[in-house]
Protein backbone atom coordinates (compact mmCIF):
# COMPACT_ATOMS: atom_id res chain seq x y z
CA UNK A 1 0.00 0.00 0.00
CA UNK A 2 0.75 3.65 -0.99
CA UNK A 3 1.69 5.74 2.23
CA UNK A 4 0.48 9.05 2.63
CA UNK A 5 2.97 11.87 3.17
CA UNK A 6 0.86 14.53 2.74
CA UNK A 7 -2.62 15.61 3.90
CA UNK A 8 -4.23 18.25 4.95
CA UNK A 9 -8.03 18.28 6.34
CA UNK A 10 -10.23 21.10 5.28
CA UNK A 11 -7.26 23.44 6.00
CA UNK A 12 -7.96 27.25 5.68
CA UNK A 13 -6.68 30.52 6.10
CA UNK A 14 -8.00 33.88 5.89
CA UNK A 15 -5.76 36.91 6.09
CA UNK A 16 -8.13 39.72 7.92
CA UNK A 17 -11.32 39.01 5.92
CA UNK A 18 -9.28 37.94 3.12
CA UNK A 19 -9.71 34.00 2.36
CA UNK A 20 -6.66 32.40 1.01
CA UNK A 21 -7.05 29.09 1.35
CA UNK A 22 -10.82 26.97 1.66
CA UNK A 23 -10.86 24.03 3.34
CA UNK A 24 -8.25 22.32 1.17
CA UNK A 25 -8.32 18.50 1.72
CA UNK A 26 -5.47 17.44 -0.45
CA UNK A 27 -3.73 13.72 0.14
CA UNK A 28 -0.45 13.30 -1.95
CA UNK A 29 0.77 9.61 -1.68
CA UNK A 30 4.72 8.63 -1.26
CA UNK A 31 6.59 8.24 -4.49
CA UNK A 32 5.53 11.14 -7.02
CA UNK A 33 6.41 14.19 -8.10
CA UNK A 34 3.42 16.35 -8.23
CA UNK A 35 2.95 19.94 -9.25
CA UNK A 36 1.40 22.42 -8.19
CA UNK A 37 -0.03 24.78 -9.81
CA UNK A 38 -2.80 27.64 -9.68
CA UNK A 39 -3.28 31.10 -11.09
CA UNK A 40 -1.11 34.00 -9.20
CA UNK A 41 -2.77 34.67 -5.99
CA UNK A 42 -4.34 31.39 -5.99
CA UNK A 43 -2.98 30.59 -2.47
CA UNK A 44 -0.45 28.07 -3.35
CA UNK A 45 2.46 29.55 -1.23
CA UNK A 46 -0.30 29.85 1.57
CA UNK A 47 -0.90 26.53 1.08
CA UNK A 48 2.55 25.12 1.57
CA UNK A 49 3.72 27.99 4.03
CA UNK A 50 0.44 26.07 6.02
CA UNK A 51 1.82 22.32 5.70
CA UNK A 52 5.19 23.32 6.61
CA UNK A 53 3.74 24.61 9.97
CA UNK A 54 5.05 28.50 9.14
CA UNK A 55 1.90 29.78 9.49
CA UNK A 56 -0.74 29.31 11.73
CA UNK A 57 -3.97 27.76 9.81
CA UNK A 58 -7.55 29.76 10.78
CA UNK A 59 -9.18 26.50 10.63
CA UNK A 60 -8.33 22.66 9.86
CA UNK A 61 -5.14 20.94 9.85
CA UNK A 62 -2.64 19.40 7.96
CA UNK A 63 0.24 16.63 8.89
CA UNK A 64 3.25 16.07 6.82
CA UNK A 65 4.79 12.40 7.05
CA UNK A 66 2.29 11.55 9.78
CA UNK A 67 3.30 14.55 11.98
CA UNK A 68 0.87 17.45 12.17
CA UNK A 69 2.49 20.50 10.55
CA UNK A 70 1.98 22.92 13.63
CA UNK A 71 4.18 20.21 15.99
CA UNK A 72 6.76 18.98 13.46
CA UNK A 73 9.89 17.25 15.21
CA UNK A 74 12.78 18.48 14.84
CA UNK A 75 13.49 14.28 13.76
CA UNK A 76 10.76 14.88 11.12
CA UNK A 77 11.76 18.16 9.63
CA UNK A 78 15.04 16.50 9.13
CA UNK A 79 13.64 14.15 6.39
CA UNK A 80 11.87 17.35 4.56
CA UNK A 81 13.19 19.50 2.64
CA UNK A 82 11.74 23.20 1.98
CA UNK A 83 13.11 25.64 -1.29
CA UNK A 84 11.31 29.27 -0.69
CA UNK A 85 9.84 31.24 -3.51
CA UNK A 86 12.91 33.43 -4.70
CA UNK A 87 15.53 31.42 -3.18
CA UNK A 88 16.29 33.18 -0.59
CA UNK A 89 19.15 32.79 1.38
CA UNK A 90 21.51 34.34 3.77
CA UNK A 91 23.70 36.53 2.07
CA UNK A 92 26.40 37.14 4.02
CA UNK A 93 27.24 33.69 4.14
CA UNK A 94 29.34 32.52 1.37
CA UNK A 95 28.22 29.47 0.14
CA UNK A 96 30.98 27.04 1.81
CA UNK A 97 29.62 28.95 5.64
CA UNK A 98 25.94 27.96 4.06
CA UNK A 99 26.50 24.05 3.22
CA UNK A 100 27.68 24.03 7.35
CA UNK A 101 24.89 26.01 8.57
CA UNK A 102 22.06 23.96 6.63
CA UNK A 103 24.06 20.62 7.31
CA UNK A 104 23.19 21.14 11.04
CA UNK A 105 19.71 20.65 10.75
CA UNK A 106 20.57 17.44 8.69
CA UNK A 107 22.89 15.80 11.11
CA UNK A 108 22.45 12.16 9.71
CA UNK A 109 21.54 12.27 6.69
CA UNK A 110 23.88 15.48 5.05
CA UNK A 111 25.50 14.04 1.71
CA UNK A 112 28.89 16.48 1.79
CA UNK A 113 30.15 14.95 -1.67
CA UNK A 114 27.18 15.13 -3.54
CA UNK A 115 27.03 19.09 -2.68
CA UNK A 116 30.27 19.55 -3.46
CA UNK A 117 29.91 17.64 -6.58
CA UNK A 118 26.66 20.26 -7.67
CA UNK A 119 28.61 23.56 -7.14
CA UNK A 120 31.66 22.28 -9.08
CA UNK A 121 29.23 21.15 -11.68
CA UNK A 122 27.87 24.50 -11.55
CA UNK A 123 31.30 25.96 -11.60
CA UNK A 124 30.71 28.01 -8.61
CA UNK A 125 33.37 29.31 -6.59
CA UNK A 126 32.63 28.38 -2.27
CA UNK A 127 34.19 30.77 -0.52
CA UNK A 128 31.87 33.29 -2.91
CA UNK A 129 29.15 35.25 -0.49
CA UNK A 130 26.09 34.36 -1.62
CA UNK A 131 25.19 38.35 -2.05
CA UNK A 132 27.72 38.34 -4.57
CA UNK A 133 25.60 35.75 -6.93
CA UNK A 134 23.28 36.28 -9.74
CA UNK A 135 20.09 34.94 -9.22
CA UNK A 136 20.20 31.97 -11.62
CA UNK A 137 23.66 30.94 -9.37
CA UNK A 138 21.70 31.50 -5.92
CA UNK A 139 19.09 29.08 -7.52
CA UNK A 140 21.45 26.51 -7.82
CA UNK A 141 22.73 26.84 -4.57
CA UNK A 142 19.69 26.55 -3.07
CA UNK A 143 18.55 23.56 -5.18
CA UNK A 144 22.32 21.82 -3.77
CA UNK A 145 21.07 22.62 -0.37
CA UNK A 146 18.38 21.00 -1.06
CA UNK A 147 19.00 18.11 -2.34
CA UNK A 148 22.45 17.52 -0.11
CA UNK A 149 20.13 15.89 2.68
CA UNK A 150 18.14 13.56 0.34
CA UNK A 151 14.74 14.53 1.98
CA UNK A 152 11.86 12.51 1.60
CA UNK A 153 9.66 14.71 0.81
CA UNK A 154 10.97 17.75 -1.48
CA UNK A 155 8.65 21.09 -1.29
CA UNK A 156 9.75 23.98 -3.63
CA UNK A 157 7.53 26.40 -4.09
CA UNK A 158 8.14 27.98 -7.61
CA UNK A 159 11.96 27.25 -7.66
CA UNK A 160 12.44 27.85 -11.39
CA UNK A 161 10.43 31.44 -11.34
CA UNK A 162 12.67 33.77 -13.87
CA UNK A 163 15.28 31.26 -14.47
CA UNK A 164 16.86 30.27 -17.96
CA UNK A 165 16.04 27.59 -19.69
CA UNK A 166 19.44 25.71 -19.01
CA UNK A 167 18.76 26.39 -14.91
CA UNK A 168 15.33 25.20 -14.90
CA UNK A 169 16.36 21.92 -16.67
CA UNK A 170 18.86 21.46 -13.78
CA UNK A 171 15.97 21.26 -11.71
CA UNK A 172 13.98 18.93 -13.16
CA UNK A 173 16.29 16.57 -13.26
CA UNK A 174 17.59 16.92 -9.56
CA UNK A 175 13.44 16.56 -9.01
CA UNK A 176 13.99 13.50 -11.17
CA UNK A 177 17.16 12.18 -9.76
CA UNK A 178 15.49 12.69 -6.37
CA UNK A 179 12.48 10.62 -7.33
CA UNK A 180 14.63 7.69 -8.31
CA UNK A 181 15.51 7.01 -5.21
CA UNK A 182 13.21 4.47 -2.77
CA UNK A 183 10.49 6.36 -1.07
CA UNK A 184 10.87 9.56 -2.37
CA UNK A 185 8.15 12.30 -3.02
CA UNK A 186 8.19 16.09 -4.73
CA UNK A 187 5.73 18.81 -4.51
CA UNK A 188 6.59 21.55 -6.28
CA UNK A 189 4.58 24.84 -7.44
CA UNK A 190 4.76 26.26 -10.71
CA UNK A 191 3.09 28.75 -13.32
CA UNK A 192 5.11 26.86 -16.50
CA UNK A 193 2.87 24.03 -17.10
CA UNK A 194 5.74 22.53 -19.86
CA UNK A 195 8.13 22.00 -16.43
CA UNK A 196 5.11 20.20 -14.86
CA UNK A 197 3.95 18.28 -17.44
CA UNK A 198 7.19 16.90 -18.18
CA UNK A 199 8.48 15.80 -14.70
CA UNK A 200 5.07 15.11 -12.66
CA UNK A 201 3.25 12.28 -12.43
CA UNK A 202 0.68 14.21 -10.43
CA UNK A 203 -1.44 17.40 -10.89
CA UNK A 204 -2.76 19.66 -7.86
CA UNK A 205 -5.34 22.62 -8.83
CA UNK A 206 -6.12 25.07 -6.45
CA UNK A 207 -8.02 28.49 -7.83
CA UNK A 208 -8.97 30.88 -5.81
CA UNK A 209 -8.11 28.81 -2.69
CA UNK A 210 -9.88 26.25 -3.49
CA UNK A 211 -8.81 22.44 -4.87
CA UNK A 212 -9.88 21.90 -8.49
CA UNK A 213 -8.09 18.92 -9.12
CA UNK A 214 -5.92 16.29 -7.69
CA UNK A 215 -5.12 13.30 -9.93
CA UNK A 216 -2.57 11.92 -11.81
CA UNK A 217 -1.44 14.15 -14.69
CA UNK A 218 -2.54 11.59 -17.13
CA UNK A 219 -6.41 11.84 -16.24
CA UNK A 220 -6.33 15.61 -16.09
CA UNK A 221 -4.61 15.34 -19.55
CA UNK A 222 -7.26 12.84 -20.89
CA UNK A 223 -10.64 14.66 -19.12
CA UNK A 224 -10.71 18.31 -20.25
CA UNK A 225 -11.27 18.69 -23.75
CA UNK A 226 -12.32 20.55 -26.33
CA UNK A 227 -15.18 20.54 -28.52
CA UNK A 228 -16.11 22.46 -31.69
CA UNK A 229 -19.56 21.56 -33.16
CA UNK A 230 -21.28 23.25 -36.23
CA UNK A 231 -24.70 23.10 -36.93
CA UNK A 232 -26.73 24.42 -39.93
CA UNK A 233 -29.00 26.56 -38.19
CA UNK A 234 -28.12 27.77 -35.07
CA UNK A 235 -26.81 25.79 -32.49
CA UNK A 236 -29.07 24.09 -29.64
CA UNK A 237 -30.09 26.43 -26.64
CA UNK A 238 -29.40 23.99 -24.40
CA UNK A 239 -26.72 21.92 -23.68
CA UNK A 240 -26.96 19.50 -21.21
CA UNK A 241 -23.92 17.47 -21.63
CA UNK A 242 -22.24 15.57 -19.01
CA UNK A 243 -18.97 17.78 -17.45
CA UNK A 244 -19.63 21.02 -19.03
CA UNK A 245 -17.13 24.10 -18.12
CA UNK A 246 -17.83 26.61 -20.51
CA UNK A 247 -19.82 27.07 -23.49
CA UNK A 248 -19.24 29.57 -25.97
CA UNK A 249 -21.61 30.14 -28.70
CA UNK A 250 -21.52 31.87 -32.26
CA UNK A 251 -24.03 32.47 -35.23
CA UNK A 252 -23.56 28.78 -36.61
CA UNK A 253 -21.24 26.82 -33.98
CA UNK A 254 -20.74 25.73 -30.19
CA UNK A 255 -17.33 25.61 -28.43
CA UNK A 256 -17.32 23.57 -25.74
CA UNK A 257 -15.00 22.92 -23.09
CA UNK A 258 -16.08 19.56 -21.08
CA UNK A 259 -14.42 17.71 -18.13
CA UNK A 260 -15.13 13.86 -17.89
CA UNK A 261 -16.95 12.61 -20.83
CA UNK A 262 -15.48 9.76 -23.18
CA UNK A 263 -15.04 10.60 -26.62
CA UNK A 264 -17.93 8.20 -27.44
CA UNK A 265 -19.98 10.42 -25.37
CA UNK A 266 -19.51 13.58 -26.77
CA UNK A 267 -20.00 12.03 -30.48
CA UNK A 268 -23.47 10.29 -29.33
CA UNK A 269 -24.33 13.54 -27.96
CA UNK A 270 -23.24 15.52 -31.46
CA UNK A 271 -25.39 13.40 -33.33
CA UNK A 272 -28.69 13.96 -30.92
CA UNK A 273 -28.26 17.89 -30.44
CA UNK A 274 -28.10 17.60 -34.76
CA UNK A 275 -24.81 19.26 -35.58
CA UNK A 276 -23.41 18.81 -38.93
CA UNK A 277 -20.18 17.77 -37.73
CA UNK A 278 -17.96 17.63 -34.44
CA UNK A 279 -14.03 18.31 -33.78
CA UNK A 280 -12.67 16.94 -30.56
CA UNK A 281 -9.33 18.70 -30.25
CA UNK A 282 -6.71 17.36 -28.00
CA UNK A 283 -5.69 20.58 -26.39
CA UNK A 284 -1.97 20.89 -24.54
CA UNK A 285 -1.58 21.14 -20.69
CA UNK A 286 -0.97 25.19 -20.76
CA UNK A 287 -4.39 25.62 -22.71
CA UNK A 288 -6.16 23.00 -20.37
CA UNK A 289 -5.35 24.84 -16.89
CA UNK A 290 -6.50 28.05 -18.68
CA UNK A 291 -10.11 26.85 -19.68
CA UNK A 292 -10.17 24.92 -16.04
CA UNK A 293 -9.43 27.92 -14.35
CA UNK A 294 -11.05 30.39 -16.15
CA UNK A 295 -14.32 32.00 -14.78
CA UNK A 296 -17.88 31.30 -16.50
CA UNK A 297 -18.38 33.15 -19.49
CA UNK A 298 -15.13 34.05 -19.64
CA UNK A 299 -14.15 36.22 -22.78
CA UNK A 300 -11.17 36.77 -24.42
CA UNK A 301 -9.12 39.90 -23.55
CA UNK A 302 -9.36 40.86 -27.09
CA UNK A 303 -11.58 39.76 -29.51
CA UNK A 304 -11.62 39.30 -33.18
CA UNK A 305 -15.01 41.48 -34.60
CA UNK A 306 -15.98 41.41 -38.54
CA UNK A 307 -16.47 44.83 -39.48
CA UNK B 1 19.17 5.46 -27.82
CA UNK B 2 17.80 7.93 -25.58
CA UNK B 3 19.19 10.77 -27.61
CA UNK B 4 16.97 10.64 -30.73
CA UNK B 5 14.10 10.89 -28.50
CA UNK B 6 12.46 14.71 -28.95
CA UNK B 7 10.42 15.25 -26.49
CA UNK B 8 8.09 18.55 -27.01
CA UNK B 9 6.09 19.66 -23.53
CA UNK B 10 3.15 21.95 -24.65
CA UNK B 11 2.41 19.71 -27.21
CA UNK B 12 -1.48 18.10 -27.72
CA UNK B 13 0.16 14.69 -27.77
CA UNK B 14 0.99 13.49 -24.05
CA UNK B 15 5.09 13.04 -23.35
CA UNK B 16 4.50 9.31 -23.19
CA UNK B 17 2.32 9.11 -26.20
CA UNK B 18 5.37 10.66 -27.79
CA UNK B 19 7.53 8.41 -26.41
CA UNK B 20 6.08 5.67 -27.20
CA UNK B 21 5.52 6.29 -31.33
CA UNK B 22 9.03 7.86 -31.79
CA UNK B 23 9.99 4.07 -30.34
CA UNK B 24 7.11 2.28 -32.60
CA UNK B 25 8.87 4.43 -35.47
CA UNK B 26 12.42 3.35 -35.01
CA UNK B 27 11.12 -0.24 -34.91
CA UNK B 28 9.31 0.61 -38.45
CA UNK B 29 12.96 1.96 -39.85
CA UNK B 30 14.71 -1.32 -38.09
CA UNK B 31 16.72 1.15 -36.21
CA UNK B 32 15.79 -1.13 -33.34
CA UNK B 33 15.45 -4.46 -35.05
CA UNK B 34 13.76 -7.82 -32.98
CA UNK B 35 15.19 -8.30 -29.92
CA UNK B 36 16.84 -5.66 -29.37
CA UNK B 37 16.58 -3.94 -25.79
CA UNK B 38 15.30 -0.73 -24.76
CA UNK B 39 16.92 1.29 -21.98
CA UNK B 40 15.74 0.46 -18.95
CA UNK B 41 12.58 3.21 -17.29
CA UNK B 42 15.24 5.03 -14.95
CA UNK B 43 17.68 5.06 -17.60
CA UNK B 44 15.37 6.76 -20.20
CA UNK B 45 13.53 8.72 -17.71
CA UNK B 46 16.76 9.86 -16.37
CA UNK B 47 18.35 11.02 -20.33
CA UNK B 48 14.73 12.63 -21.48
CA UNK B 49 14.54 14.53 -17.82
CA UNK B 50 10.75 12.93 -17.28
CA UNK B 51 8.86 11.18 -15.22
CA UNK B 52 9.76 7.61 -14.78
CA UNK B 53 6.25 6.39 -14.67
CA UNK B 54 6.11 8.11 -18.13
CA UNK B 55 8.34 6.65 -19.69
CA UNK B 56 6.97 2.99 -18.17
CA UNK B 57 3.44 4.06 -19.59
CA UNK B 58 4.94 4.75 -23.15
CA UNK B 59 6.07 0.69 -22.80
CA UNK B 60 3.37 -0.60 -21.86
CA UNK B 61 1.67 0.96 -24.28
CA UNK B 62 4.18 -0.69 -26.93
CA UNK B 63 3.75 -3.70 -24.96
CA UNK B 64 -0.12 -3.37 -25.96
CA UNK B 65 0.39 -2.64 -28.74
CA UNK B 66 2.85 -6.02 -29.52
CA UNK B 67 5.51 -4.26 -30.63
CA UNK B 68 8.07 -4.84 -27.39
CA UNK B 69 7.95 -7.82 -24.43
CA UNK B 70 9.04 -7.17 -21.35
CA UNK B 71 11.01 -10.21 -19.49
CA UNK B 72 10.76 -10.34 -15.77
CA UNK B 73 14.13 -9.12 -14.32
CA UNK B 74 15.48 -8.82 -17.20
CA UNK B 75 14.16 -5.63 -19.45
CA UNK B 76 11.95 -4.77 -22.48
CA UNK B 77 12.73 -6.09 -25.74
CA UNK B 78 11.73 -5.53 -29.57
CA UNK B 79 9.60 -8.12 -30.05
CA UNK B 80 9.32 -10.56 -33.40
CA UNK B 81 7.84 -9.34 -35.81
CA UNK B 82 6.26 -12.53 -37.00
CA UNK B 83 4.60 -12.93 -33.47
CA UNK B 84 3.03 -9.52 -33.70
CA UNK B 85 -0.74 -9.29 -34.17
CA UNK B 86 -2.50 -6.54 -36.23
CA UNK B 87 -5.86 -6.21 -34.77
CA UNK B 88 -9.08 -5.26 -37.53
CA UNK B 89 -9.40 -1.91 -35.26
CA UNK B 90 -5.45 -1.03 -35.49
CA UNK B 91 -6.16 -0.97 -39.35
CA UNK B 92 -9.33 0.70 -39.48
CA UNK B 93 -7.02 3.60 -37.50
CA UNK B 94 -4.71 3.33 -39.57
CA UNK B 95 -6.93 3.68 -43.16
CA UNK B 96 -8.71 6.76 -41.27
CA UNK B 97 -5.20 8.17 -40.99
CA UNK B 98 -4.18 7.57 -44.95
CA UNK B 99 -7.73 9.64 -45.51
CA UNK B 100 -6.27 12.67 -43.81
CA UNK B 101 -2.93 12.69 -45.82
CA UNK B 102 -5.26 11.84 -49.07
CA UNK B 103 -7.20 14.55 -48.58
CA UNK B 104 -4.34 16.97 -47.99
CA UNK B 105 -2.52 15.53 -51.01
CA UNK B 106 -5.74 16.26 -53.01
CA UNK B 107 -6.39 20.22 -51.53
CA UNK B 108 -3.01 21.05 -52.84
CA UNK B 109 -4.30 19.86 -56.33
CA UNK B 110 -1.49 16.55 -56.21
CA UNK B 111 -3.01 13.93 -59.08
CA UNK B 112 -3.35 10.57 -58.40
CA UNK B 113 -0.43 9.45 -59.25
CA UNK B 114 1.77 11.92 -57.60
CA UNK B 115 0.13 10.43 -54.46
CA UNK B 116 1.27 7.15 -55.09
CA UNK B 117 4.52 8.07 -56.07
CA UNK B 118 5.08 9.88 -53.10
CA UNK B 119 3.94 7.07 -51.03
CA UNK B 120 6.62 4.59 -52.72
CA UNK B 121 9.12 7.41 -52.28
CA UNK B 122 8.62 7.35 -48.15
CA UNK B 123 7.96 3.59 -47.98
CA UNK B 124 11.42 2.68 -49.65
CA UNK B 125 13.05 4.89 -46.98
CA UNK B 126 11.73 2.63 -44.74
CA UNK B 127 12.01 -0.56 -46.49
CA UNK B 128 15.47 -0.13 -47.94
CA UNK B 129 16.81 0.47 -44.08
CA UNK B 130 15.20 -2.60 -42.96
CA UNK B 131 17.44 -4.34 -45.90
CA UNK B 132 20.13 -2.45 -44.95
CA UNK B 133 20.31 -3.67 -41.31
CA UNK B 134 19.81 -7.26 -42.92
CA UNK B 135 22.66 -7.12 -44.80
CA UNK B 136 24.76 -5.58 -41.82
Not at chain 1, 62 to 74: A, T
Not at chain 1, 174 to 193: A, K, N, P
Not at chain 2, 9 to 34: D, F, M, R, T
Not at chain 2, 86 to 97: K, P, Q, V
Amino acid sequence: MTETVLQTQALTKYYGSTLAVDHLNLKIPQGCICGFVGRNGAGKTTAIKLMLGLLKPTAGSSRLLGCDSQQLLPAIRQRIGYVTEGHRLFRWMSINELQKFQRAFFPKQWDDKFFADMIEYFNLPKKRKIKHLSNGERAQVSLALALAPNPELLIMDDPTLGLDAAIRRQFLEGMIELIMRQGRTVLFSSHILGDVERVSDRIVVIDKGVLRANCSLEEFRAAVKKVILSFTDSPPADVDIEGLLHCRRSEKELELILVGPADEQITQWAKKSGAQNHQIVKMNLEDQFIEFTAPPNHRRLFQWEEK
Amino acid sequence: MALWIQISSGSGEPIYVQVAQQISEAIAKSELASGDKLPAVRKLASELVINPNTVARAYTRLEQAGLVTTKTGSGTYVSDPKLRKSDAADINILTERMDTLITRGLNLGLREQDLITMFKDRLAKFVNRQTERKND
